[in-house]
């Protein structure tokens, strides 16, 4: 397995790691997980505190280790990975203007309630779509490297 193979595998754990704890203290614990909510929280903050401790060992072994110079391959495996989590990030955001420019057109129809809920709803899509844009890319860089 190479370097950037796995630097692209700590990407997706990170992204995972983070994914799950936004989406825990956001939306809350599932009511089928409350009587175990203080110990998913611990827990969820050691996958938090590992994730970052994996992430500094690897910045850290990536100034130690002379730099590998990169092959046209290595640029064009990290192009093609830029190329997917841009397009999914800017389908996204073409999704979510859509979405504001329907919310703000109906706001006189909808119902109070409704409106209140959807104020916050364009950060956590922002929030989410960072999330699976910068796992598209790890995920296309993996299947690069996997397929020789």
């Known amino acids: 397995m190479s370097r950037q ?7 997706i754990l990170s ?11 956001v939306f809350g614990i599932p009511s089928a997980l409350a009587a175990y909510e203080g110990d998913l929280t611990t827990v969820l903050l050691w ?30 495996i990290e192009s093609r990975g830029y190329k997917a989590g841009y397009h999914v990030f800017m ?20 119902d109070p309630v409704y ?3 959807m104020q916050s709803l364009p950060l956590h899509f922002l929030v989410v779509m960072l999330v699976a844009g910068t796992s598209a890319k790890s995920i296309v860089q993996i299947r690069a490297y996997r397929a020789g």
């Open 91 to 110: 389908v996204a955001m073409v999704l979510l203007i859509g979405h504001l420019f329907v919310q703000g057109e109906m706001a006189s129809f909808a």
């Open 47 to 76: 996958i938090v505190f590992i994730d970052l401790v994996f992430q500094s060992v690897i910045t850290m072994q990536q100034r130690k280790v002379m730099r590998v110079e990169k092959d046209e391959r290595d640029r064009l």
């Open 5 to 11: 193979e796995v630097y692209a595998w700590a990407a």
């Open 15 to 25: 992204n995972v790691a983070f994914l799950l704890v936004y989406l825990a203290f």
């Open 115 to 117: 409106l209140a809920r």
